[in-house]
């Protein structure tokens, strides 16, 4: 949810800079028209673009709907519940496809990466945010030490369970390395795929496209 929240308000900034620059290139329209097109175009904030959230889990739909709904998030979005090693939409049918967190939870990270390659459309893009590889030794010890020793002590303490933050660590070590990551992703089709380390490789966006 809060990744479409994002893509909406980038929609709808960009979308006020072109509403802004026509106004600016028509000096000529009277303060009526001009106001009947601004608020005709923001009426639309998002124009023809769509955001469709899928989730396995139907408690993380629901509450990505509240959040939705109390955010004032509710033009062009809609809720699906999926697996993404065996999505519900047809081929070709997205311009971006993006998961965050998430894919080194599902049971086949190569279906997974294969189906996200069926449902975009020739040109469309592949994002994906994950946990990763820390390559400094010295610092990957460090993050080693903290994520095993500290982490799931944090979890008794705050949530009450241990379990689901050693799960969480565990999920993280078990996850390809960038390099070997970036070869499955370009093993399931996409082309110029890339990778962004973040926090020193702490997470990393990778990218890909269906050329």
Known sequence: GDIAFRFINYVRSVRERQLQQKLKHHQNLSWQEIAESYLEDKFKSLGDSQVVVCDINKEMLKVGKQKAQQLGYLEGLSWVLGN???LPFDDDKFDVYTIAFGI?????????LEEAYRVLKPGGRFLCLEFSHVSNPLLSR???LYSFQ??????????????????????IRRFPPQ???????????????DYQNLNLGIVAIHSGFKL
């Open 84 to 86: 993404a090693e065996e």
């Open 150 to 171: 500290v982490i799931p002590v944090l979890g008794e303490v705050i949530a009450g369970d241990w379990k689901s933050y050693q799960y969480l660590v565990e999920s």
């Open 104 to 112: 080194r939870n599902v049971t086949r990270i190569d279906l997974a």
């Open 179 to 193: 390099e070997e990551f970036k070869a499955m992703i370009e093993d399931a089709g996409f082309l110029k795929v």
């Open 142 to 144: 460090l993050y080693d």
